[in-house]
Each structure stands twice: as C-alpha cells, then as structure tokens.
C-alpha cells in the first residue's frame, strides 16, 4: 500500500481536528482563505487548494507545529505551543526572562507539591523549596551563603572534635 500523500495527510489530520475543535468557517476566517477553498480541500475536490504557505496559519490556529499538523512529528520534537513558549522567550529582555522562569518554577513547584499530597507524601522538602522560590534573587543569594557559612562552621567544628 502506497504511503499517503503529504496533502491526503494534512486533509485527515484537518478534518479529525475540525471535529474536535472549530470549523472549517473559522479556520477560513483566520486563514485568510474562502470558506468555500477550505470546503473544497476537504472533499478531496480541489487536493491544492492549500499551499506551503498557508502552514503556517494552520497550524498556529489549532496551535500545533506544522510536523504535527501533517503527521509527522517525531519523538522529542517541540509541539506548537511549546514552540511558541520558546519565540516569546526568546525576544523577551533579560529581567523579564529571568521573572519568566521564577513563576514557570515556582507553578511547578507547586503542581510537584499537590501531586505529592495527592499521592500521601509529605511534601516537605518542596514546601522549602516553595519557600525558597518567593525570596528575591537577593535573599536567595544571602540565604545561600548563610548556608554555606554554616556548612564551612560544621566542618571546622567537626575537625576539632577529631583533634
């Protein structure tokens, strides 16, 4: 059996997608497209009615990477939300990056702490860790050395007792 073509994947991958979100007005609509030209791609009446082009708008519409939209997508690849995630990253000034990051790790944080409680474990360390997260990078650097320092004291301490 002959493996289908990139246009007969995208038309499935189109038509389950409609059905589960949106319709082929709205997608037209954001597309820029006649409805009737998407209609036509559909059926099967007019197989080139979509272009190299329009990827783009098609997959951001459904907001998947074009590998997903046409069924090729590999293990690991980036999905079209996350791909989005590392654009808006990417332009975003260095504090705002790092601001970014504190409220992505302090959300995971967080999801890690209700999965723990869900599933009985004391979440104690990552309740520390939470703690930790809702410092400023100031206190986090302070309290980091106050650690440090400690540490330096017990060894001290330790190496005497063995004298």
Request: no cysteine; aromatic share 4%; glycine share 6%.
């Amino acid at each position: 059996m002959p493996k289908p073509s990139a246009s007969e994947r995208l038309r499935v991958k189109l038509r389950g997608l409609l059905r589960e979100r949106g319709t082929a007005a709205h997608l037209a609509r954001y597309a820029g497209k006649p409805p009737s030209l998407i209609s036509m791609f559909l059926t099967g009446a007019r197989p080139t009615a979509i272009h190299l082009d329009d990827l783009d708008d098609l997959s951001a519409y459904f907001r998947l990477s074009i590998g997903e939209l046409l069924g090729a997508a590999k293990p690991g690849e980036l999905s079209g939300d996350e791909q989005r995630l590392v654009h808006a990253f990417r332009v975003l000034p260095t504090a705002a990056r790092d601001h970014f990051l504190a409220v992505l790790e302090q959300m995971s944080v967080h999801v890690a702490s209700v999965d723990a409680q869900r599933k009985g474990r004391p979440p104690m360390a990552l309740a520390v860790a939470d703690r930790f997260l809702h410092l400023t990078p100031m206190q986090q650097r302070a309290l980091l050395l106050s650690l440090d320092a400690l540490e330096e004291s017990d060894i001290r301490q330790t190496e005497r007792q063995k004298i």
